[in-house]
Structures are given as C-alpha cells and as structure tokens.
C-alpha cells in the first residue's frame, strides 16, 4: 500500500471525512441496509486494531521494549519505575513543598477577592 495512505490529516479533519463519508453512504439504504453496513465497517475496523495490536505487540518484544506493570517485578519495586533513590523524607520534603505552594496562590486569591 501507499506510504503516505493514509494522508497526514489532522485528527478533526479526518474524522469529519468519515462523518461526511457516513452521511453519504446513509443515502437511501434502509435501516436494515445501514446496520449490516455499518456491523461491516466495524468488523473491518476490528480487523485493523487486532492486527495491528498483534504487529506492535511483536515488535515491542523484538524491541524489547515491552513492560508488564502486572509483574511481581514491578508490584515488588523493581520494575522500570522503581525510584529505590528517593526516600520517604525526600518524598515528604516534595509534598511539603507542593502543599505551601497551594497554601500561598490561596492566600493570593483571598488578598485578591478582598481588594
């Protein structure tokens, strides 16, 4: 196939084309017409996902690119994510951090309401 099919569209414009292609196909065909229609696009568009879902699943693994967040490995914190450097405190001092910034814009905002 084409490898600029399909086009770069932006994502608004190319599901307008399909609303418009809907209303098109809709014509004069009868409910029952729609539907099986309709039921055969949808099944085309199965096809695609679960193919495609398959090829990155395949290609990930090649990759080795793929991380199961499910794993004991990662539920146990040695997964990809595992941030083992930081401690508590470190984590605290970020909250603390966090929460006297939301503490100063709230007292802005009542300085600014009572102006």
Same mark, same amino acid.
């Given at each position: 196939m084409n490898a600029n099919f399909p086009p770069n569209i932006h994502p608004t414009t190319y599901n307008l084309l399909a609303i418009a292609v809907g209303i098109v196909l809709v014509g004069d065909l009868s409910a029952d017409e729609q539907n099986s229609l309709g039921n055969w696009f949808l099944l085309l568009g199965q096809y695609l996902a679960t193919n495609a879902a398959q090829q990155q699943l395949i290609e990930g693994r090649i990759e080795n690119k793929n991380i199961n967040i499910n794993s004991k490995k990662n539920k146990s914190g040695n997964g990809p994510w595992d941030? =083992?450097?930081?401690?508590? $405190? =470190? $984590?605290?001092?970020?909250?603390e951090f966090l929460m006297d910034a939301v503490n100063k814009i709230y007292n802005e905002l009542n300085n600014l309401k009572d102006e």
């Open positions: 941030h =083992t450097n930081k401690s508590n $405190q =470190t $984590q605290r001092d970020e909250v």
